[in-house]
């Protein structure tokens, strides 16, 4: 099993997508489809921006299961979403403009996750956000 954790810090644009690229080069050691590789490293990027845009900060685990499937779990502090059917609307957002200043924003992020993503789970309250999102390898380029 291939295990990694990745630190995000908020607000901090300079380092934002520094751990979907390590994911990146991860997945292409493990010569996965282009097409799984695209998709997860767009939503770990997706997930990753929204902790540093929209949190206080936390990280986010890389966990690869017996070549069956990828699981991505991202974890932040607070503050929570507060409607999670809303926040799944394309472009609704609560950045700020310091966020679209710097290119992010966009209202995207959820709904490109679930777009993506085999399985998406989200657990929110005013403690911090939980997404757990999973690929399943078997896909191919053919």
Excluded: W
């Amino acid at each position: 099993m291939v295990s990694k954790e990745y630190q995000i810090i908020a607000k901090n644009y300079e380092l934002a997508g520094r751990a979907s690229s390590e994911i990146k080069r991860l997945l292409k050691k493990m010569d996965v489809s282009k097409t799984l590789l695209k998709k997860i490293c767009a939503a770990s990027y997706e997930a990753e921006i929204n902790v540093v845009i929209h949190s206080v900060g936390g990280y986010m685990t890389f966990d690869v299961f017996d070549n069956e499937y990828i699981e991505l779990n991202i974890y932040d502090d607070g503050p929570g979403i507060l409607d999670i059917e809303l926040a799944m609307t394309e472009g609704y957002s609560t950045a700020t403009e310091i966020d679209h200043v710097n290119g992010f924003g966009a209202g995207m992020g959820l709904a490109n996750i679930k777009k993506l993503s085999d399985v998406l789970e989200i657990h929110s309250d005013p403690m911090g956000t939980h997404l757990r999102i999973i690929f399943f390898m078997g896909e191919s380029d053919a």
